[in-house]
Nanobody, 126 residues
Framework: QVQLVESGGGLVQPGGSLRLSCEAS????????IGWFHQAPGKEREGVSC????????YYADSVKGRFTISRDNAKNTVYLQMNSLKPEDTAVYYC???????????????????WGQGTQVTVSS
């Protein structure tokens, strides 16, 4: 059974950090395109960071460049999103996604990802 399970969300003060994890089962992540997306209430789902399946290059949305880092541990079949210098506007449900197709470059279209986790809430507030 193919499954993605996120963890690591929570409540953090502005300027704080969180690390989200996304563990895959039923398939091997290292050949997949990976994406982290977030969705705030009343807003569309947006791409935060992704990894190309073609060459493993990481990409970031402008709003998180320099603050967030995506990484992958193939031995643990897990993808991480390290989030630093968090801002209130980062508050959202965060989802990881994976797709087996060969993609060159970034893919910010959430509809093209086949597998999704259940989401984890991140709240940045004082």
């Amino acid at each position: 059974q193919v499954q993605l399970v996120e963890s690591g969300g929570g409540l953090v003060q502005p300027g704080g950090s969180l690390r989200l994890s996304c563990e895959a089962s039923g398939f091997t992540l290292d050949n997949y395109a990976i994406g982290w997306f977030h969705q705030a209430p009343g807003k569309e789902r947006e791409g935060v960071s992704c990894i190309s399946s073609a060459d493993g290059t990481a990409y970031y949305a402008d709003s998180v460049k320099g603050r967030f880092t995506i990484s992958r541990d193939n031995a643990k079949n897990t993808v991480y999103l390290q989030m630093n210098s968090l801002k209130p506007e980062d508050t959202a449900v965060y989802y990881c996604a994976a797709d087996p197709r060969y993609w060159v470059g970034a893919n910010w279209d959430w509809k093209q990802y086949e597998y999704w986790g259940q989401g984890t809430q991140v709240t940045v507030s004082s």
